[in-house]
Structure formats: structure tokens, C-alpha cells
């Protein structure tokens, strides 16, 4: 466990320094470990909980967190070489390329730090800190976009989580209360007396908390953040951001309301995950159509899956929180493995226009079919996992007789899902519009126009709809520069991987998963209502 | 300052205060003060000395609260946080300014009196009406604390909502990190009164913790500031649906 701890940090070390082979090297195998230390940690922690040095803890509920963090970490570090290979070799660029490998692995580490506190102030603090080190790794390309993205975003997180410690602060009040004076947060401690505890201050502390955590987790309507900050960060980052610091977040919520179930019953916690699970799962749901930046997209296609995981809590039935807890490893990878697709389309037609990105399927023969798949595991096809968890989370909702939330949780999924579609869709299989020869003899100012384009090296198909002669212009030399083929291997490994894991968690998932999730399901009070 | 008056009328009619109360609220009430002097501050160097004056005001409270409820860990608490939100904080902010010319240097950019999306007036407004709001609300929950009146603890939930609004309405990056700061210290406050016994370390992990934010929000600052040519943020528009 403590290897776990150090292993992250320590390859944060050796990347500030080293030349940059080493440091993607070092990456990658720190990533690779990482999630190998989390699978040994798996079934123990499916049996007993694992205390160390009192301020780490490993329970159920936290494992299948770092599970999701270890594989993105893992994936990300592996695709992150072929990512950055097409970087420049200039001065400024290796001093960032440095900064983005150091970066990476200072972000997994707190990430993975989070799961494995035991007490609320610790876990505040890696929360934090995943905050501060993204926000850097957010603002790094250096751009207008990306200045203003990080700047919103350190300023909302940094807010929320203003919040969040007063949530810390009141729930250390309550514990007082009861335990004295010089307690430590522990949730343990906080549990055993949970029944005790004065609920006034334990409601103050979960709603905040809620609002605060829901604010880097991405609930409506604190999520503003979310969508700048996935679409102006480098790739990696955004699968990262999107997949595991989302799920972070949520698991800091639930340590809440491990809380406040305990204290207050099932009722007000619950109810409090609902508004915030409806608002957040209707509201991107709507914005999911007319996006016009892919990666925008997916990002909202996150605040979903979010708003998805708070009802599933809301429902409360053992089922349901299973599901929750599938869903929240689905989604790294389904999320991951969009995030990673996209940014192959995008560094292979050089914009994120979603109207500008066509034929990706031709394009691409590993990456296309497998950023496809990953939207339709997104969007809860069978047979990934994506889709048994929401069933779970659906047949929990109705089992547990709230008929209208499961209703709309189903529409809202399925119109999302056709919002995301039809856009991917568009990109993939729409074939990229060839120029035409005879056109290109016609019009000889195009053709001589078209070499100076193409050696300007800067192709904006975003004007494709200007006129007609531009539009054969850019997209001649786009197709010009465009032949069949992968940008890197690295980046289609990771992706594989992830369609693999999806596939394995949709038809057939480890059993020790299953012993995993009755014990953390538990852990979340399943069955108490 | 209807909310103010509120909060010495209520403290001086609820529970007859003693000297301990008294100063402790007055101290708050202050910290209070600081918060809406923020949003009429015109010059960048102002704005940071307020927020060192506002920090300096609850090491102060801590102090007292120290030596009158024997806390000891508390001591130390408030020589590391003035240590840390009075001197090193500002010094760090000051230091990126003028690196970047907005103190010293051209006139043009040691001003942010034109940042503001309101006018002072109605945003003090505002301010006075959330501050009410939260010293109210608070005040309903009936949360007692041991150490210091629950007077004290409501206004630094008015201090942390006033944060919120002058993170709003100032459109400049540095009062909206002041904004986040200040609204920590708001919570600093909240912590000494209902939590003055949280163990030391995690009170240092938290201060620790500040301070990394605050290298980053100076780093991504200067970010702003290279791209933008400015330190407003009213230009920051382009991210949006």
C-alpha cells in the first residue's frame, strides 16, 4: 500500500529531471505497476478492510475507486507516448512535454492518495491537490482557451471545495460532540457513533459537502466548469480528469453520505442525490445535442454519467448501489477510451469541430471502430458493461418502488445517447468529402491555391462552409495530407485494452468483483430502507 | 450594514456577553468588514493588504481563544497562519505583480477600479442582503459551540457568502483569488469557532494546502495575463454552450 503511495510520486520525481525517454518510460511502468498494486489489493480488500499507520484505509468502497484510477493511470501513461511523440523538439515544448509526464503522474498519485485516506480531513486535502495539479496540467497547451478554461476552473473548484472543508469542519463539530474534543475525522470512528451525532450540523455537512464535491464532480449546476476544462486540456489529461477525478469526487460524496445515512436515515441524503442526479442527467442530456467541439461533448456526455451515479445512490436499493459501483469502473474505461479515440481523430484531422471531422472510419482502422464501440458503451449497449450497470441501477430504482425517477432516468439515458450518437456517427461513417479531379482542372486557381495551402500547413476546415471554392480548397489538401493509418500504436493499445475490460465487465464480470461490491454495498447502508 | 447592526444587537440581546464573547465577535464583525471593504478597493496593492489585515484579525481571534480556553496546539496554529496568510501569502502575490507590472510600473494596471460588473453600491447591496441571509440561516440551525458564541460562527457564514459575491461581481483575476482566499478565511473562522479542536496536523495540511493553491493561482495568473495582456476577465468568453 505504501508502494502503491510512493511509486506515483516517485516517477513524478524522476520526470522533472530526466530526459524525456526516461521519463515516458518511467511513466509508463509506474502506471502499469500502480494498477497491478491495486488488483493484489483487490481481494483482500473484498474480505476485511485494511488499516494502516491509522491514517490510510482500504476498504471495499475505496478499492473499486483506485481500481478505476490505477487502469485510466495505467492507459493513459501508455497512450500518453504515442501522444506525445508528435511534439516538437524546440526548448519550450520539451520543458513542457517534461512538465506534462511530471504532471501526469503528480495527478494519479493524488488521485489514488484520495481513496486510501481514512479520515475526511486527508481525504479534503488530496482532493485538492488532484485540484491544483490538474488545473497546471489543464492550462498547459498554453492557448486562449486553455488560460481561460483553467482559470474558471481552479477559481469554481478551488470555490467548491471552500465549500467542501466548511462540509469537513461541521462534520468534525458533530463528531465532537460526541467523541470529545481531539478526535481525528475518521469515517470509523465517525460511523460507530453516527446515531448520536446532532443532526442539524450532520444536514449542514452533507449538503454542503454534496454541493461542494458536486462542483469537481460535475452536478448540475455547479458542473460549468467541466466542459471548458475536458476540451481545452491535452488528451490524456481529459480521460484522466473525466474518468477517474469525477469518480474521485463522487466517492468523497459517498463517505458523506455514509454519514448522514447512518445518522439521519435514508430519506434526506437520498433526496438531496436525486435533485442534483435529475438536474445534472436532464440538463446534459439537452446540451448533448447541437455541441459542436467533440471533445465538449464527451464532456457533457460525463456530467450524464454522473447525474446517473448520484440517482443510483438516491435509489438505494442493494442492486442499484451495485451498479453504481460497475458503472463508476464502466465508465473510466467507456470514458477513457472515448477521450483517448477522440484524440487520435483529432490529431488526425487536426480540429475538434465535430463538423469538420468526417470519415474517421476510413481514416482510422484500429481507432475508428474501437472510439465507435466506446460510444456505444457509453451509451449503455449491450453487451459492455456500461449496459448491466445501468440495468442494475434501473431494476434497483423500481425494485425500490421509485417508478418516476427510474422513468426518467430511461428516457433521459436513451435521448442522450441519441444526441451522442448521431453526432459520432456523423463523424465516423460520413465519408470525408473527396475533392473532385475533374473540378480541381476546371478551376486551376484551386489547384495552385491548394499546394499553397497545404504547404502553409495550415488547413482550416472549420471554414469549409464559406464558399465553394474554399471548401474544395481545404478539403483537397486535407484528404491530401489524410492517408489510411494509425498516428501511433501507442495510442491504439490502451484503447484495445479498454474495449476489452468493457466487454469483460458487460458479459462476464470476475466474481471477485461481485464478493467486492456486496461488501462495499453494505459499506453504503444497501437494504437499510 | 443592516446585517452587522443585526449581528451586535442579536449578541448583545441573546445571551448577555462577557468580555470573552464581546471581543470575539467584535473580531469577527471585523473579519466581516474586511470582506466588504474588498469590493471597494481600487488598487491591486490594497486589495492584497486588506486580505493580510483580514488574516492577521482571525490569528488574532485564535490567540484568544488559545489563551482563554487553554488550547495550546492553537498557539501554534496562529503564529503558522499569520505566518503563512499575513506575510508569506502576501508577499508571494506582491511579488508576481510586480513581476508582471501591475504594481509599480504602469499606472494602467495597478488599478482594478473599473472591474466591477455592478456598482459598488448595489454590490454591496447584495453582499449585505446574502450576509443577512447566511447569519440567519446559520443562527436557525442552533449550532453551539464550547469555545467562543454562536454569534461568531454565524458571521463567518456571512463572511464566506460575501466571498461568494465578490468573486462574482469583481470581474479581475486577482480579487477573484483574494475572493477564494478570503472565503478560506471565512472558513478559518467558521473552524475556530465550532472546530477549535481539530487536531494540528490536519490544520497545517489544510494551511499547506493554501498555500500550494495559491502558487497555482499565481502561476495561472500570470497565465492570464501573458495571453490576455491584462488582468480582467471579461474577456474570458470564448468557452461556452
Known amino acids: 500500500m505504501l508502494l502503491l503511495l510512493a511509486l506515483p510520486l516517485a516517477a513524478a520525481l524522476v520526470c522533472v529531471r530526466a530526459p524525456l525517454s526516461v521519463a515516458r518510460t518511467v511513466t509508463a511502468l509506474s502506471g502499469a505497476a500502480s494498477f497491478a498494486f491495486v488488483l493484489v489489493l483487490l481481494p483482500a480488500a473484498a474480505h476485511h478492510d485494511i488499516d494502516y499507520l491509522r491514517v490510510l484505509r482500504v476498504d471495499a468502497l475505496s478499492v473499486v475507486f483506485m481500481l478505476a484510477t490505477g487502469f485510466l493511470y495505467a492507459a493513459v501513461a501508455v497512450y500518453s507516448i504515442g501522444y506525445l511523440s508528435g511534439e516538437a523538439a524546440d526548448d519550450s515544448s520539451i520543458r513542457r512535454t517534461r512538465r506534462l509526464w511530471a504532471g501526469l503522474n503528480l495527478f494519479a498519485w493524488a488521485m489514488l492518495a484520495a481513496p486510501m485516506t481514512s479520515n475526511l480531513a486527508l481525504l479534503w486535502v488530496a482532493i485538492e491537490v488532484t485540484t491544483v495539479v490538474s488545473a497546471l496540467l489543464v492550462a498547459i497547451e498554453n492557448t486562449d482557451g486553455a488560460a481561460e478554461a483553467a482559470w474558471k476552473y481552479v477559481l469554481l473548484a478551488s470555490a467548491g471545495l471552500g465549500l467542501a472543508l ?11 460532540r460526541v467523541l470529545g474534543q481531539s478526535y481525528d475525522l475518521g469515517f470509523t470512528q465517525l460511523l460507530a457513533v453516527a446515531a448520536r451525532l446532532p443532526h442539524g450540523a450532520i444536514q449542514l455537512s452533507f449538503v454542503l459537502a454534496v454541493l461542494g464535491f458536486g462542483t469537481k464532480m460535475g ?39 455514509q454519514v448522514a445515512q447512518a445518522a439521519l436515515g435514508p430519506t434526506f441524503p437520498r433526496n438531496v442525490l436525486l435533485v442534483f442526479g435529475v438536474a445534472s442527467l436532464v440538463l446534459s442530456m439537452l446540451y448533448l445535442f447541437g455541441q459542436r467541439d467533440v471533445k465538449r461533448l464527451l464532456a457533457y456526455s460525463s456530467v450524464e454519467h454522473m447525474g446517473i451515479l448520484a440517482i443510483g445512490v438516491s435509489f438505494g436499493a442493494p442492486a442499484a448501489l451495485a451498479g453504481v459501483l460497475l458503472h463508476v469502473l464502466g465508465h473510466a474505461a467507456a470514458k477513457g477510451n472515448a477521450f483517448m479515440g477522440a484524440g487520435v481523430l483529432v490529431r488526425k484531422l487536426g480540429t475538434k469541430q465535430i463538423s469538420a471531422i468526417r470519415g474517421g472510419l476510413d481514416l482510422l482502422p484500429w481507432s475508428g471502430p474501437l472510439f465507435l464501440l466506446a460510444v456505444f458503451a457509453l451509451g449503455a449497449m449491450p453487451p459492455f458493461g456500461l449496459f448491466r450497470s445501468e440495468f442494475e441501477i434501473v431494476a434497483g430504482g423500481l425494485r425500490s418502488g421509485s417508478y418516476v425517477a427510474a422513468a426518467v432516468l430511461i428516457i433521459a439515458v436513451t435521448t442522450a445517447f441519441l444526441g451522442l450518437a448521431a453526432s459520432v456517427t456523423r463523424m465516423m461513417m460520413l465519408p470525408l468529402p473527396r475533392p473532385r479531379a475533374v473540378a480541381a482542372d476546371r478551376v486551376p486557381v484551386a489547384a495552385s491555391s491548394l499546394v499553397e495551402g497545404h504547404e502553409a500547413g495550415e488547413p482550416k476546415p472549420a471554414s469549409a462552409a464559406t464558399g465553394p471554392l474554399t471548401t474544395r480548397v481545404a478539403t483537397a489538401s486535407l484528404t491530401s495530407a489524410l492517408t489510411r493509418g494509425e498516428p501511433s500504436a501507442w495510442m491504439v493499445v490502451p484503447v484495445a485494452a479498454g474495449a476489452v475490460a468493457l466487454l469483460w465487465l458487460g458479459l462476464h464480470p470476475p466474481a471477485v468483483l461481485d464478493e467486492l461490491f456486496t461488501r462495499a454495498v453494505a459499506l453504503l447502508g444497501g437494504g437499510a430502507s | 450594514m443592516s446585517g452587522i447592526v443585526a449581528a451586535t444587537v442579536l449578541a448583545s440581546t441573546v445571551a448577555a456577553p462577557s468580555a470573552l464573547a464581546g471581543g470575539a465577535n467584535v473580531i469577527a464583525v471585523g473579519v466581516l468588514l474586511a470582506e466588504f471593504g474588498m469590493f471597494r478597493q481600487a488598487l491591486l496593492r490594497d486589495q492584497v493588504r486588506l486580505y493580510a489585515a483580514q488574516s492577521a484579525l482571525i490569528s488574532v481571534l485564535a490567540v484568544v481563544v488559545a489563551a482563554t480556553r487553554h488550547l495550546p496546539d492553537l498557539y501554534v496554529l496562529a503564529a503558522l497562519s499569520f ?85 462574482i461581481v469583481r470581474r479581475d483575476v486577482i480579487s477573484q483569488a483574494i475572493g477564494f482566499l478570503s472565503l478560506e478565511n471565512g472558513v478559518s473562522l467558521t473552524a475556530l469557532v465550532v472546530a477549535a479542536g481539530l ?42 454552450g
Open chain 2, 83 to 167: 505566518a503563512l496568510k499575513t506575510v508569506i501569502v502576501p508577499i508571494v502575490l506582491r511579488r508576481m505583480l510586480r513581476g508582471i507590472g501591475a504594481i509599480g510600473g504602469d499606472p494602467r494596471w495597478n488599478d482594478i477600479a473599473g472591474s466591477h460588473a455592478l456598482s459598488v453600491a448595489s454590490a454591496v447591496l447584495i453582499a449585505i442582503a446574502v450576509a443577512a441571509f447566511g447569519f440567519f440561516t446559520v443562527a436557525a440551525l442552533g449550532l453551539r459551540s464550547p469555545v467562543l458564541p454562536a454569534t461568531a460562527l454565524s458571521v463567518s457564514i456571512a463572511v464566506v457568502l460575501v466571498a461568494f459575491v465578490l468573486m
Open chain 2, 199 to 240: 487536531p494540528l496536523i490536519l490544520e497545517i495540511a489544510f494551511l499547506f494546502d493554501l498555500l500550494v493553491a495559491v502558487v497555482v493561482f499565481g502561476l495561472l495568473i500570470r497565465v492570464h495575463h501573458g495571453r490576455a495582456e491584462s488582468l480582467s476577465t471579461a474577456e474570458l468568453t470564448s468557452l461556452q
Open chain 1, 166 to 176: 466548511l462540509a469537513t469542519i461541521f462534520a468534525y463539530y458533530a463528531g465532537a
Open chain 1, 219 to 257: 452536478l448540475v449546476p455547479v458542473h460549468t466548469w467541466l466542459p471548458d476544462a475536458h476540451s481545452e486540456a491535452p488528451t490524456p489529461v481529459s480521460a484522466l480528469l473525466s474518468g477517474s477525478l469525477l469518480a474521485i469526487s463522487f466517492y468523497a460524496i459517498l463517505r458523506f453520505y
